[in-house]
């Protein structure tokens, strides 16, 4: 099982960037994909980006697609998503998520057994 933990949220003006992490515990990272996904508030959970364990990377929001950028810190053995040129739309609650036997990105979250606890994103003048 994967202990995940996010880091790196917080408030941004529209424009603004922020970098987010997922740090794990008692699991090399680099050996599953790792999903990040975003809930506002009221809304569902939805997919936002993914790493595979060969370091493919798929972003699932139209919305954000060339805003944003999911990559691996090996050394910290985290995944890192970074969110550039943020929108009022791009706020909410972020989670990474993965599961120990799932290499490729998979669309849904049904997929993901460990999830983070979750980090406020909050864009506002």
């Known amino acids: 099982q994967l202990q995940l933990v996010e880091s790196g949220g917080g408030l941004v003006q529209p424009g603004g960037s922020l970098t987010l992490s997922c740090a794990a515990s008692?699991?090399?990272?680099?050996?599953?994909?790792i999903g990040w996904f975003r809930q506002a508030p009221g809304k569902e959970r939805e997919g936002v980006a993914c790493?595979?364990?060969?370091?493919?990377?798929?972003y699932y929001e139209d919305s954000v697609k060339g805003r944003l950028a999911i990559s691996r810190n090996g050394p910290e053995n985290a995944v890192v998503l970074q969110l550039n040129d943020l929108r009022s739309e791009g706020g909410g609650v972020y989670y990474c998520a993965g599961n120990i036997y799932v290499a490729r990105c998979m669309v849904g979250s049904r997929f993901y057994s460990d999830w983070g606890q979750g980090t406020q994103v909050t864009v506002s003048p």
């Open positions: 008692g699991f090399t990272l680099d050996n599953t994909a």
């Open positions: 790493i595979s364990r060969n370091y493919g990377v798929a």
